[in-house]
């Protein structure tokens, strides 16, 4: 069965900090995306990043980067130098093989000042 | 912003009313999707249009229908309303029928409050 699981309820950081948000993720398919969405307190969900599965490269984008380990079914996701507009819900999620997406439940980041 | 717009933002109405959200996808883009978030629920995933056609489906309630028109926007039409409908609603477009390489964008969402 297909799954994404964010085992991280909730994180709280200083600002300034680091951190880092797992996405372990279950599927029998060989190709695959991964995604990243970001929902704000103001509510809506916006795209960050998606991965295929054929590419194990780091992907950095300012103070985000995603780190993709095929070996250990992950797509951590972290925060350098974190902000308090960072504070936000955290979506990982997954094409299924009916290319459906499977959401992970979620990890809320408050970045506190 | 995304490109997507929903209509309305915000929406109260009262148990066993129906509602109309509507949604208009990306420029160019030719499936739209709609998403239920509630508190307890998480993202549930409803139903796909694609270019008109129905493509998905997920768990919709009988009492929810939804359809894409030519202009290519959608409307989710929500009846006999019950307080557990209560939620946020998304509305999400890809360029595509929704395969693999797609990517959702989504709409500001629709909250819907039923009283």
């Known amino acids: 069965a297909q799954k994404v699981t964010q085992a991280q309820t909730e994180i709280s950081v200083v600002e300034k900090e680091d951190v880092t948000l797992d996405c372990v993720y279950e599927?029998?398919?060989?190709?695959?995306?991964l995604f990243w969405y970001k929902q704000p307190p103001s509510g809506e969900l916006v795209f960050l990043i998606r991965r295929n599965s054929f590419d194990e490269q780091n992907e950095i984008s300012g103070r985000y980067s995603w780190n993709f380990q095929k070996s250990t079914s992950s797509f951590n996701f972290t925060i350098t130098a974190s902000q308090v507009v960072d504070s936000a819900v955290y979506f990982c999620a997954l094409t299924q093989s009916n290319y459906q997406l499977i959401w992970g439940a979620g990890t809320k980041l408050i970045i506190k000042p | 912003d995304s490109g997507v717009t929903q209509t309305p933002k915000h929406l109260i109405t009262a148990t066993g009313q129906r509602v109309t959200l509507r949604c208009s996808p990306r420029s160019g883009d030719l499936s739209v999707y709609w998403y239920q978030q509630s508190l307890d629920q998480g993202l549930q995933f409803l139903i796909q249009?694609?270019?008109?056609?129905?493509?998905a489906k997920g768990n919709i309630l009988e009492r929810f229908s939804a359809q894409q028109f030519p202009d290519l926007h959608s409307e989710l039409n929500l009846s006999s309303l019950e307080l557990g409908d209560s939620a946020l609603y998304f509305c999400?477009?890809?360029?595509?029928?929704?395969?693999?390489?797609?990517?959702?964008?989504f709409g500001p969402g629709t909250r819907l409050t039923v009283l």
């Open positions: 999400a477009s890809s360029a595509s029928g929704g395969g693999r390489t797609d990517t959702q964008y």
């Open positions: 599927t029998r398919d060989t190709t695959y995306y």
């Open positions: 249009y694609y270019n008109g056609e129905e493509r």
